[in-house]
């Protein structure tokens, strides 16, 4: 049986026998243990805005780009929860660093190791015999970049999914602290963001690490490996915030760590999939429409710089002439998704006072319409820009640059919603059903990585059923936003994000 907590009521017990009243967690706390969430999302920041176009210089055709992302979230599907379930059954007695706290920081540790690997995939992909003519396809570098890019993503999920947690943990599922602790969350993931997308958008780190520049790695590439080195330095800092300046919680979730006897020790899988048979109606809409909203975000990451590239400054990392319009394009591109960090952040500052005044369910609905409505007017930019002539420099005009810079820069608002109001609603719902905050977080991310695969194995195929470009996939993804937009607002109205608190008479 679990440990009782002390009686701290009154009595007949002696003044010095009772145990005070367990202190809260003071807010900085909060926002150290958060500051991890920057050095994962500034190396999350290059992957998003490099990646794409990296592997196509690699020779993997655009209609097969998306595949390679298929990694990821095939392996955040058990990783995130495994780690999550493992982390909820560790105590203080087999832990002394607490039961997050070590896998965050092996969490960072296997990102350092995977960037390194993605970066220098091109030179390692040399070693095992590649071809390093212009439009070749490097095999070798290839697989090197898959295993990385999978451990990448292994990274990522094992450390995000406990770092959530152990906010959760530290807040002690108070609903307003929760709300507060995830939104310094998103404020560090908009801080690493903007980090990220500026370092992406400028094309001279080579200078700074000139030894990146190789016979198989040129320029666009040495910058990728520079950035990347660049990721593992603010990595390594702000995990060491995270871990070595905050403690766990004690005083919360001490008896849901205790071990099960060996009679009651579950298989993880059954443990994660029966915990559905528990799920009341409004855990159900969080998870639908936490997996409308990210079939959007997913369509949109995949393809927003390569959506730059190509249809905004008619580039292509295929053909050599028009290599450098590409990365132009991609370094613009990269450029607006900085401008979308900063709005991520400003909305992250003002998210608590949203939720207060609209209801969460009614915020997150309000932004997945105006996720839709950009989507929509990335289409309608992409018609505009075909059916215009560039002129002899075959630079595009500058209102559709300014255009295609508004609507990335207005879609830091609702990005900011993506990235707080679902967990702070899965953390309170999930915890009332008497599961781990661990588990909590593995489930939602069941419904961000089932679209995603769902995303990486139709979005390229669907691409080139109509032709290639990125506009069908734009289609599909202001489709899904507009209806995860009126499940949330019809479904989750002025949702409350926390248990109900119990009165006491007087």
């Given at each position: 049986?679990?440990?009782?907590?002390?009686?701290?009521?009154?009595?007949?017990?002696?003044?010095?026998?009772?145990?005070?009243?367990?202190?809260?967690?003071?807010?900085?706390?909060?926002?150290?243990?958060?500051?991890?969430?920057?050095?994962?999302?500034?190396?999350?920041?290059?992957?998003?805005?490099?990646?794409?176009?990296?592997?196509?210089?690699?020779?993997?055709?655009?209609?097969?780009?998306?595949?390679?992302?298929?990694?990821?979230?095939?392996?955040?599907?058990?990783?995130?929860?495994?780690?999550?379930?493992?982390?909820?059954?560790?105590t203080p007695a087999n832990s002394p660093l607490g039961r997050r706290r070590p896998f965050i920081a092996a969490g960072a540790a296997s990102i350092a190791f995977a960037v390194l690997t993605v970066g220098f995939s091109a030179d390692l992909g040399r070693l095992f015999g590649d071809n390093v003519?212009?439009?070749?396809?490097?095999?070798?570098?290839?697989?090197?970049?898959?295993?990385?890019?999978?451990?990448?993503?292994?990274?990522?999920?094992?450390?995000?999914?406990?770092?959530?947690?152990?906010?959760?943990?530290?807040?002690?599922?108070?609903?307003?602290?929760?709300?507060?602790?995830?939104?310094?969350?998103?404020?560090?993931?908009?801080?690493?963001?903007?980090?990220?997308?500026?370092?992406?958008?400028?094309?001279?780190?080579?200078?700074?690490?000139?030894?990146?520049?190789?016979?198989?790695?040129?320029?666009?590439?040495?910058?990728?490996?520079?950035?990347?080195?660049?990721?593992?330095?603010?990595?390594?800092?702000?995990?060491?915030?995270?871990?070595?300046?905050?403690?766990?919680?004690?005083?919360?979730?001490?008896?849901?760590?205790?071990?099960?006897?060996?009679?009651?020790?579950?298989?993880?899988?059954?443990?994660?999939?029966?915990?559905?048979?528990?799920?009341?109606?409004?855990?159900?809409?969080?998870?639908?429409?936490?997996?409308?909203?990210?079939?959007?975000?997913?369509?949109?990451?995949?393809?927003?710089?390569?959506?730059?590239?190509?249809?905004?400054?008619?580039?292509?990392?295929?053909?050599?002439?028009?290599?450098?319009?590409?990365?132009?394009?991609?370094?613009?591109?990269?450029?607006?998704?900085?401008?979308?960090?900063?709005?991520?952040?400003?909305?992250?500052?003002?998210?608590?006072?949203?939720?207060r005044k609209w209801g969460a369910g009614l915020v997150w609905g309000v932004s997945n319409i105006i996720m839709a409505l950009c989507f929509v007017a990335m289409l309608i930019i992409t018609y505009v820009a075909q059916n215009l002539d560039y002129g002899p420099s075959g630079a595009p005009p500058?209102?559709?640059?300014?255009?295609?810079?508004?609507?990335?820069?207005?879609?830091?608002?609702?990005?900011?919603?993506?990235?707080?109001?679902?967990?702070?609603?899965?953390?309170?719902?999930?915890?009332?059903?008497?599961?781990?905050?661990?588990?909590?977080?593995?489930?939602?991310?069941?419904?961000?990585?089932?679209?995603?695969?769902?995303?990486?194995?139709?979005?390229?195929?669907?691409?080139?059923?109509?032709?290639?470009?990125?506009?069908?996939?734009?289609?599909?993804?202001?489709?899904?936003?507009?209806?995860?937009?009126?499940?949330?607002?019809?479904?989750?109205?002025?949702?409350?994000?926390?248990?109900?608190?119990?009165?006491?008479?007087?």
């Amino acid at each position: 049986m679990p440990p009782r907590r002390p009686n701290t009521g009154g009595g007949g017990g002696t003044s010095s026998s009772a145990a005070p009243a367990p202190r809260k967690v003071p807010l900085r706390s909060l926002l150290r243990a958060a500051s991890v969430a920057c050095g994962v999302q500034f190396g999350w920041a290059l992957q998003l805005s490099l990646l794409t176009p990296y592997v196509q210089e690699l020779g993997i055709p655009h209609a097969f780009a998306s595949l390679v992302w298929l990694c990821g979230p095939l392996s955040g599907l058990l990783v995130q929860p495994l780690v999550g379930h493992l982390s909820d059954r560790i105590t203080p007695a087999n832990s002394p660093l607490g039961r997050r706290r070590p896998f965050i920081a092996a969490g960072a540790a296997s990102i350092a190791f995977a960037v390194l690997t993605v970066g220098f995939s091109a030179d390692l992909g040399r070693l095992f015999g590649d071809n390093v003519v212009p439009g070749s396809t490097r095999i070798g570098a290839i697989i090197v970049y898959l295993v990385g890019f999978w451990l990448l993503d292994v990274g990522n999920n094992a450390t995000q999914g406990p770092c959530r947690a152990f906010l959760a943990d530290l807040t002690e599922n108070d609903p307003r602290r929760t709300r507060i602790a995830n939104a310094y969350f998103s404020l560090f993931m908009a801080l690493g963001n903007i980090l990220g997308y500026a370092t992406g958008a400028y094309n001279g780190w080579y200078k700074i690490f000139p030894f990146t520049i190789t016979g198989s790695c040129g320029v666009s590439c040495a910058n990728l490996n520079s950035a990347f080195l660049l990721d593992i330095i603010i990595l390594a800092i702000t995990t060491y915030i995270s871990v070595a300046t905050v403690q766990d919680n004690p005083t919360f979730g001490s008896d849901e760590a205790a071990p099960p006897s060996s009679h009651e020790e579950e298989a993880f899988l059954f443990e994660l999939f029966g915990s559905f048979k528990y799920f009341t109606m409004p855990v159900w809409m969080v998870l639908i429409v936490t997996s409308l909203t990210w079939v959007g975000w997913f369509l949109f990451i995949l393809f927003d710089t390569d959506w730059m590239g190509r249809e905004i400054y008619r580039g292509s990392p295929e053909i050599v002439a028009d290599t450098q319009k590409y990365h132009d394009g991609v370094r613009m591109g990269s450029f607006g998704l900085m401008l979308n960090s900063v709005v991520l952040g400003i909305t992250s500052i003002g998210m608590e006072k949203l939720c207060r005044k609209w209801g969460a369910g009614l915020v997150w609905g309000v932004s997945n319409i105006i996720m839709a409505l950009c989507f929509v007017a990335m289409l309608i930019i992409t018609y505009v820009a075909q059916n215009l002539d560039y002129g002899p420099s075959g630079a595009p005009p500058t209102g559709i640059v300014a255009a295609s810079l508004i609507v990335f820069t207005i879609l830091g608002a609702p990005l900011s919603i993506t990235y707080s109001i679902p967990y702070a609603m899965a953390a309170s719902r999930v915890e009332n059903l008497g599961l781990g905050q661990g588990l909590a977080m593995g489930i939602l991310n069941l419904s961000i990585v089932i679209p995603q695969i769902i995303v990486s194995l139709g979005s390229g195929p669907w691409d080139q059923l109509f032709g290639g470009g990125n506009a069908p996939s734009f289609w599909v993804a202001a489709a899904a936003s507009f209806v995860g937009g009126l499940v949330a607002i019809l479904g989750l109205p002025r949702a409350r994000l926390g248990p109900k608190k119990k009165t006491t008479q007087r």
